[in-house]
């Protein structure tokens, strides 16, 4: 076969720093437009970003030559730069250490793109704590609830 196909659809989450409320309203939209168009050039297509002051989801579709763990690093160093750069008010701004990923088939991609438009309304009920913590869950991730958050 000469070509490579792939649907590596992949659900992106991380927080700010001590999940710290730092992302705010002067510049959250333009993290997010920032984020897909950082996106497009570099591995693949965001076919939604979102989230909320201490925490960002995005719905990746990654080329085949881009690893999970080169994506996540690449959102979180380029945009804390870009955040640093562009809102020098935002100096204290940090991205936590860690990520989490996670595969999703085609057939809950809809349901994946509502979750994450809906994420004002979701944190009004359910802390970003909260939500991770059944992402961990639901995708059978084991982890130490001593120390998922470090």
Excluded: C
């Excluded at 804390?80 to 996670?102: C, D, L, M």
Aim: aromatic share 12%; net charge positive; glycine share 8%.
């Amino acid at each position: 076969m000469g070509h490579t196909f792939s649907n590596l659809l992949v659900h992106i989450i991380f927080s700010t720093k001590d999940r710290q409320p730092t992302i705010t309203e002067a510049f959250r939209p333009r993290l997010y437009e920032y984020l897909g168009g950082l996106t497009r050039k570099e591995f693949g297509a965001a076919l939604a970003v979102g989230g909320t002051a201490d925490h960002v989801h995005g719905l990746l579709v990654l080329r085949p030559d881009v690893a999970v763990a080169q994506a996540a690093q690449r959102w979180k160093s380029l945009s804390s730069g870009w955040i640093h750069r562009t809102f020098p008010e935002a100096k204290q701004f940090a991205w936590q250490v860690g990520y989490g990923a996670f595969s999703v088939s085609p057939s809950n991609r809809a349901a994946v793109l509502k979750y994450i438009g809906g994420q004002a309304a979701h944190h009004k009920k359910t802390t970003f704590e909260e939500e991770f913590l059944a992402f961990l869950k639901k995708h059978d991730i084991e982890y130490d609830p001593q120390h998922v958050f470090d």
